[in-house]
């Protein structure tokens, strides 16, 4: 039985980078030997463990045979006899197929190494095609690494996407790589790649994405129309609160340029509950300075610092009914004029 370090361990190191988790593939062992050293089984679908002190999972070598549409489609075979090879070929990309042994010996059987140098993602074999979300991991290590897609890489995810292949795409697993990709350093080069394939899934972006993931998804929604921002988020299961700012963006972005005086200040600040929800506020702020450069915003700030400093609890204190509310309106409009 031998360990390996593989995948992005693997990789991240010869990049120079930080690595934050190691992977493991055993070889020539059985899940029973695995329990019997100690190993918690942890895997669904095929066999995973995790190492009783380190933690670490450590996963027994295996192939994948295709026997459907979409990601979920594969056989699994675990079995002594499956060699490190055969283990590194199932893999996406060639820089993801390079192992490690106990001594540090490199294992790259399929140019891994040379790709990484070259800055370059190439599929390691025909099987890449047999699941349509590596289409989205390339385009997510695009926008990791700047790297370019080589030609053949890039023929076979077309072809995918011809074929119908990505009509089977899970929404969850779609976010989960889309979202990763929409942070990277270069989320760009994540829309210049899903583009080139043919595969529509998120609109092109207007402007340069700054920020966190709430507000470069709102960057992408503020051009598009409430209905539209609904029916994305709602295909990609984005979560809440993304789906919040990018409707707040998209449903206010005209007001967000217009408003100056202090009653349509205000206004806007309850519609878009920025005293309960601030740092939502700010995010949207965010989005505007961006995408809304010569609106006045500083006005807007001024004028929710002014409303917000209003002791809304005291007033309510003094009343009850439908007086507090309006009582509590006038003292915030008043402190806005003051501001202003």
Not at 57 to 64: G, I, K, V, W
Not at 165 to 171: A, R, S
Not at 179 to 205: A, C, N, W, Y
Request: charged content about 30%; glycine content about 8%; hydrophobic content about 45%.
């Amino acid at each position: 039985m031998k360990a390996y370090i593989v995948g992005g361990a693997v990789r991240d190191e010869l990049l120079g980078l930080p690595v934050k988790d190691r992977d493991w593939v055993v070889v020539g062992a059985t899940p029973e030997e695995m329990t019997a050293k100690g190993f918690k089984p942890v895997g669904k679908d095929f066999p995973v463990f995790l190492h009783p002190e380190t933690r670490e999972e450590y996963a027994l070598a295996r192939t994948e045979r295709k026997s459907g549409r979409g990601y979920k489609g594969f056989t699994v075979h675990a079995a002594p006899d499956v060699t490190l090879e055969d283990d590194l070929r199932r893999r996406d990309l060639t820089i993801n197929a390079i192992a490690k042994d106990a001594n540090g010996k490199l294992i790259d059987p399929f140019g891994g190494e040379e790709d990484l140098r070259q800055g370059v993602l190439r599929h390691v074999s025909e099987a890449f095609a047999e699941d349509p979300v590596r289409i989205l991991r390339v385009a997510r290590f695009a926008a990791r690494f700047s790297f370019s897609v080589a030609r053949t890489t890039l023929a076979l995810m077309r072809k995918m996407v011809a074929s119908g292949e990505t009509d089977y795409l899970v929404p969850e697993r779609v976010w989960q790589e889309i979202s990763k990709g929409l942070t990277e350093e270069h989320p760009e080069r994540m829309f210049q790649v899903l583009d080139s394939t043919g595969l529509k899934i998120l609109p092109k972006p207007k402007f340069a994405l700054s920020g966190g993931l709430p507000v470069r998804f709102a960057l992408l929604a503020w051009p598009l129309e409430e209905s539209d921002v609904e029916a994305l988020c709602k295909r990609l299961r984005a979560p809440g609160e993304v789906r919040e700012l990018a409707l707040l963006a998209s449903g206010y972005r005209e007001r967000l340029k217009q408003v100056k005086k202090p009653e349509e200040l205000l206004d806007l600040l309850k519609r878009t509950d920025a005293f309960r929800r601030p740092e939502r506020f700010a995010e949207l702020l965010a989005v505007a300075r961006v995408a809304a450069p010569k609106a006045d915003l500083a006005r807007l700030e001024k004028a929710r610092a002014a409303a917000a400093a209003i002791d809304a609890g005291a007033i309510a204190g003094q009343g009850s009914g439908r007086d507090i509310g309006r009582r509590v309106d006038a003292a915030r409009l008043a402190a806005i004029r003051s501001a202003l």
